[in-house]
């Protein structure tokens, strides 16, 4: 007897002790784990609740393999340890073992509080069907489900297909077993109900709870927010007695999303003005608002602010302020500034160097982005799509392809954003072959109903000659944006479908779609490339007149260039005179070429002259000028021209021109002798031309700018690289194929001349695409019409 009683003093010792582990801290395991010791020392072995209590420390420390230890040497284990063990299961993200733990365990024995472990344990792991089947086989075992039940059950509806259905039997279940006066249960269906996008339901039960909570409150408005309902959720805000800040929060986060900039920026004041906490998210809401709405001064003020009042900040505070400061500096191109935040952090993460890469990319620096790029310590599919993207917009379209290509090697599956930055290198080399061959891979891997990757294959097919995979593409595409009309527009009017250009752009009107700045450009390109003077003065005046879109530098320079490619220099000089602003370079440039076309000399070489002031780094100014003189038979000033562009350092563009051949690119200079067959070429060349001459062709010599002999002159036109490209397509292409030449300037008038009378020999389209738009020849014509 004595010594039952000596035992039962030590065990009631041992119990108080391990009460200390309670509730659960960092030093409960070790404490635990210091008496589990003890007691092994001593001698003593713990049964009963010793036992149950040394399993539930263990467990709630994650320290399973310890609590199964224990838990086998039980013989008979209760309900108790199961419990314990099976939850720590569920919350490690072991659910199998727990659902075999589950399973394992006697009907006779189980509880509710057992039934609501193994639910908690799916809820965790988001498996709201198993959820809701144990719920229902609870009932089956006539198990009383409590507040706890509910509330985790609710939590599990989140992954259900039908969960409105399920949200609406389990709510009259609620009703019906009496825990409807929990808050928590009431709060779990609100935010189903909230999930389920029914404001409605939600609103209603939100109002029917007797003592809200801070959960209450937070769950309808973040609701409202998320559905949009922004003016409701600011009704309840402002009703608030306690002003939350999880709920200013809310209401501050979902005024940016919807670009109601002025209210948060107003709600961000008015929470700093009532006393309310500002917190990590209250900053990252309003600093990502002067980022969205450009407030560059405001979002300085607010990050002079966080410096001020937060002096030692947490890494939870600092992290994502620092991110989103980082994106405010980058898209108000001061990318110096992200930088210098970014090296002073303490700690960093993918955000914060995705965040850097995209301000060198977006501001056009991608040298320094690739220096990044190679330097980060690890990628996501973002730091991916930002650098071929960026590639891609900036002229690096090689190494955007190949960049895809190493991100597949690397064990990245691309995403539809990822095809879109490689199909837009597609579009800047004119390599249709590799552009098909994605659009192929798009298709197999089912992301074709991808919008971004639609957009990108229509501008591709266009810019790679193929007009009409780009229509076909754009009629079959599931869902259409204002960026897929601007771009089938755009690609109309690159290839002289002028009328058609504008058809669409009525059509656009029709369904809804409202047109912004660059749907104008390209009608008023389109205007330009077809000749349609009187209408594109029509969609100039209508941008402000109806849409309130101001027009810019750029829209100006497309009015002013049809009307010199028209010949109405008057009009120009009109326009120009009449912009708010001084005349930029697009502007001069437009001014310059239609006087060159025209033989406008005088009024050609001020606008030339206005250029090199303006531009004095840009080769095309200096030759424009000198090509202007050398038409007018001034070569002393052509020469001129040309020496000073030699002596400010400028170096002109060379000329190339480049045709896909059997999946490889061949790339041709003027005066070629680099490409192995470029002989053959000129011997080619040397056949033709007898032939075009008999159909009426006759070399211009007017366009080559350089005073030597007649007979010399036609030599060099026979040299022009675009000739040279075509010569070799028409070598190389089967028989009948459809020749695609890219240039990277503008196609010279002998070269056009020449080409129209080249289809008619050979019998087959030829497609030049130069550095303004396309021209189709078919049969002695151009789809230009010689505009």
Same mark, same amino acid.
């Given at each position: 007897?004595?010594?039952?009683?000596?035992?039962?003093?030590?065990?009631?010792?041992?119990?108080?002790?391990?009460?200390?582990?309670?509730?659960?801290?960092?030093?409960?395991?070790?404490?635990?784990?210091?008496?589990?010791?003890?007691?092994?020392?001593?001698?003593?072995?713990?049964?009963?609740?010793?036992?149950?209590?040394?399993?539930?420390?263990?467990?709630?420390?994650? =320290?399973?393999?310890?609590?199964?230890?224990?838990?086998?040497?039980?013989?008979?284990?209760?309900?108790?340890?199961?419990?314990?063990?099976?939850?720590?299961?569920?919350?490690?993200?072991?659910? =199998?073992?727990?659902?075999?733990?589950?399973?394992?365990?006697?009907?006779?024995?189980?509880?509710?509080?057992?039934?609501?472990?193994?639910?908690?344990?799916?809820?965790?792991?988001?498996?709201?069907?198993?959820?809701?089947?144990?719920?229902?086989?609870?009932?089956?075992?006539?198990?009383?489900?409590?507040?706890?039940?509910?509330?985790?059950?609710?939590?599990?509806?989140?992954?259900?297909?039908?969960?409105?259905?399920?949200?609406?039997?389990?709510?009259?279940?609620?009703?019906?077993?009496?825990?409807?006066?929990?808050?928590?249960?009431?709060?779990?269906?609100?935010?189903?109900?909230?999930?389920?996008?029914?404001?409605?339901?939600?609103?209603?039960?939100?109002?029917?709870?007797?003592?809200?909570?801070?959960?209450?409150?937070?769950?309808?408005?973040?609701?409202?927010?998320?559905?949009?309902?922004?003016?409701?959720?600011?009704?309840?805000?402002?009703?608030?007695?306690?002003?939350?800040?999880?709920?200013?929060? *809310?209401?501050?986060?979902?005024?940016?999303?919807?670009?109601?900039?002025?209210?948060?920026?107003?709600?961000?004041?008015?929470?700093?003005?009532?006393?309310?906490?500002?917190?990590?998210?209250?900053?990252?809401?309003?600093?990502?608002?002067?980022?969205?709405?450009?407030?560059?001064?405001?979002?300085?003020?607010?990050?002079?602010?966080?410096?001020?009042?937060?002096?030692?900040?947490?890494?939870?505070?600092?992290?994502?302020?620092?991110?989103?400061?980082?994106?405010?500096?980058?898209?108000?191109?001061?990318? @110096?500034?992200?930088?210098?935040?970014?090296?002073?952090?303490?700690?960093?993460?993918?955000?914060?160097?995705?965040?850097?890469?995209?301000?060198?990319?977006?501001?056009?620096?991608? @040298?320094?982005?690739?220096?990044?790029?190679?330097?980060?310590?690890?990628?996501?599919?973002?730091?991916?799509?930002?650098?071929?993207?960026?590639?891609?917009?900036?002229?690096?379209?090689?190494?955007?392809?190949?960049?895809?290509?190493?991100?597949?090697?690397?064990?990245?599956?691309?995403?539809?954003?990822?095809?879109?930055?490689?199909?837009?290198?597609?579009?800047?080399?004119?390599?249709?072959?590799?552009?098909?061959?994605?659009?192929?891979?798009?298709?197999?891997?089912?992301?074709?109903?991808?919008?971004?990757?639609? &957009?990108?294959?229509?501008?591709?097919?266009?810019?790679?000659?193929?007009?009409?995979?780009?229509?076909?593409?754009?009629?079959?595409?599931?869902?259409?944006?204002?960026?897929?009309?601007?771009?089938?527009?755009?690609?109309?009017?690159?290839?002289?479908?002028?009328?058609?250009?504008?058809?669409?752009?009525?059509?656009?009107?029709?369904?809804?779609?409202?047109?912004?700045?660059?749907?104008?450009?390209?009608?008023?390109?389109?205007?330009?490339?077809?000749?349609?003077?009187?209408?594109?003065?029509?969609?100039?005046?209508?941008?402000?007149?109806?849409?309130?879109?101001?027009?810019?530098?750029?829209?100006?320079?497309?009015?002013?260039?049809?009307?010199?490619?028209?010949?109405?220099?008057?009009?120009? &000089?009109?326009?120009?005179?009449?912009?708010?602003?001084?005349?930029?370079?697009?502007?001069?440039?437009?001014?310059?070429?239609?006087?060159?076309?025209?033989?406008?000399?005088?009024?050609?070489?001020?606008?030339?002259?206005?250029?090199?002031?303006?531009?004095?780094?840009?080769?095309?100014?200096?030759?424009?000028?000198?090509?202007?003189?050398?038409?007018?038979?001034?070569?002393?000033?052509?020469?001129?021209?040309?020496?000073?562009?030699?002596?400010?350092?400028?170096? =002109?563009?060379?000329?190339?021109?480049?045709?896909?051949?059997?999946?490889? +690119?061949?790339?041709?200079?003027?005066?070629?002798?680099?490409?192995?067959?470029?002989?053959?070429?000129?011997?080619?060349?040397?056949?033709?031309?007898?032939?075009?001459?008999?159909?009426?062709?006759?070399?211009?010599?007017?366009? +080559?700018?350089?005073?030597?002999?007649?007979?010399?002159?036609?030599?060099?036109?026979?040299?022009?690289?675009?000739?040279?490209?075509?010569?070799? *397509?028409?070598?190389?292409?089967?028989?009948?194929?459809?020749?695609?030449?890219?240039?990277?300037?503008?196609?010279?008038?002998?070269?056009?001349?020449?080409?129209?009378?080249?289809?008619?020999?050979?019998?087959?389209?030829?497609?030049?695409?130069?550095?303004?738009?396309?021209?189709?020849?078919?049969?002695?014509?151009?789809?230009?019409?010689?505009?």
């Amino acid at each position: 007897m004595k010594g039952s009683d000596f035992i039962r003093t030590v065990a009631n010792r041992y119990a108080s002790q391990l009460q200390l582990c309670y509730p659960q801290t960092l030093a409960s395991f070790s404490l635990a784990k210091t008496i589990h010791s003890h007691m092994i020392t001593f001698g003593f072995h713990p049964r009963g609740h010793l036992l149950n209590r040394l399993i539930d420390v263990y467990s709630k420390s994650s =320290k399973i393999i310890y609590a199964r230890h224990l838990f086998d040497q039980i013989p008979e284990p209760d309900i108790a340890s199961r419990t314990s063990l099976l939850l720590a299961y569920s919350l490690s993200g072991d659910v =199998k073992t727990a659902q075999k733990m589950f399973e394992e365990t006697p009907l006779s024995i189980r509880d509710s509080v057992f039934y609501n472990a193994m639910i908690t344990g799916y809820s965790r792991n988001e498996d709201g069907n198993s959820c809701i089947e144990l719920f229902r086989q609870m009932l089956r075992d006539e198990f009383r489900p409590d507040d706890f039940t509910f509330t985790t059950v609710l939590g599990g509806l989140a992954r259900v297909f039908n969960k409105v259905m399920q949200c609406k039997q389990l709510h009259g279940l609620v009703l019906k077993t009496g825990t409807g006066f929990f808050t928590s249960v009431l709060n779990a269906l609100v935010s189903v109900y909230v999930n389920c996008g029914l404001m409605f339901e939600a609103r209603k039960l939100f109002d029917e709870i007797d003592t809200k909570d801070e959960l209450s409150w937070t769950t309808i408005v973040t609701g409202y927010v998320r559905n949009d309902e922004l003016d409701a959720a600011r009704e309840l805000v402002d009703g608030m007695s306690e002003k939350l800040a999880v709920a200013w929060n *809310a209401m501050i986060s979902g005024y940016v999303h919807c670009n109601r900039y002025d209210e948060a920026v107003d709600m961000f004041r008015k929470m700093y003005f009532m006393g309310i906490k500002i917190d990590e998210f209250a900053y990252t809401s309003v600093i990502s608002c002067c980022a969205n709405a450009g407030l560059f001064y405001l979002g300085k003020q607010v990050h002079c602010y966080v410096l001020r009042t937060e002096a030692k900040p947490t890494l939870d505070f600092s992290l994502p302020v620092n991110n989103a400061l980082i994106t405010l500096y980058c898209k108000c191109d001061k990318v @110096d500034w992200a930088r210098r935040i970014f090296d002073n952090m303490p700690v960093r993460d993918i955000v914060s160097w995705n965040a850097i890469l995209s301000g060198y990319v977006n501001a056009g620096r991608i @040298d320094e982005g690739r220096l990044f790029f190679s330097k980060m310590p690890e990628r996501n599919h973002l730091t991916w799509n930002v650098m071929i993207s960026g590639l891609a917009q900036n002229g690096f379209g090689e190494e955007g392809l190949k960049l895809f290509n190493q991100m597949k090697s690397e064990g990245f599956q691309p995403c539809d954003y990822a095809f879109a930055g490689a199909i837009s290198s597609c579009s800047m080399l004119g390599a249709l072959e590799n552009g098909r061959q994605l659009h192929a891979q798009l298709v197999r891997l089912g992301l074709d109903s991808s919008l971004s990757a639609g &957009n990108a294959l229509i501008t591709m097919y266009a810019r790679c000659g193929v007009v009409e995979a780009s229509n076909l593409l754009f009629l079959t595409m599931p869902y259409l944006d204002s960026v897929s009309w601007n771009a089938m527009i755009a690609a109309l009017g690159q290839h002289g479908h002028g009328i058609q250009a504008l058809e669409l752009f009525e059509q656009m009107l029709e369904a809804g779609i409202s047109p912004d700045r660059i749907t104008f450009l390209t009608i008023l390109s389109a205007c330009s490339h077809a000749g349609l003077v009187k209408e594109s003065k029509y969609y100039f005046n209508l941008m402000d007149r109806f849409y309130g879109i101001i027009p810019g530098e750029d829209h100006y320079a497309r009015l002013v260039d049809v009307l010199c490619r028209a010949g109405k220099f008057l009009e120009a &000089n009109d326009v120009i005179s009449s912009m708010p602003f001084e005349p930029g370079a697009a502007v001069w440039e437009a001014l310059l070429a239609g006087c060159r076309t025209h033989g406008n000399v005088d009024l050609g070489i001020q606008a030339a002259e206005r250029l090199i002031e303006l531009i004095p780094h840009h080769d095309g100014s200096y030759v424009l000028l000198s090509n202007m003189y050398a038409t007018a038979g001034r070569w002393n000033d052509a020469a001129n021209a040309r020496k000073l562009m030699r002596d400010r350092g400028v170096r =002109k563009e060379p000329g190339c021109s480049w045709v896909e051949v059997e999946n490889k +690119v061949h790339v041709f200079l003027v005066d070629d002798t680099v490409h192995p067959e470029v002989q053959a070429v000129y011997s080619y060349l040397n056949k033709l031309v007898p032939e075009m001459k008999r159909l009426g062709y006759v070399p211009d010599t007017k366009f +080559v700018l350089h005073d030597i002999e007649s007979d010399q002159k036609e030599r060099v036109l026979s040299a022009h690289s675009e000739k040279l490209a075509v010569a070799f *397509a028409l070598m190389r292409l089967p028989r009948g194929a459809t020749v695609r030449v890219f240039k990277n300037l503008r196609i010279c008038g002998d070269c056009h001349s020449a080409f129209k009378f080249m289809s008619k020999v050979v019998g087959r389209e030829i497609v030049v695409r130069d550095a303004k738009r396309f021209h189709h020849f078919r049969d002695s014509q151009c789809s230009c019409g010689d505009y």
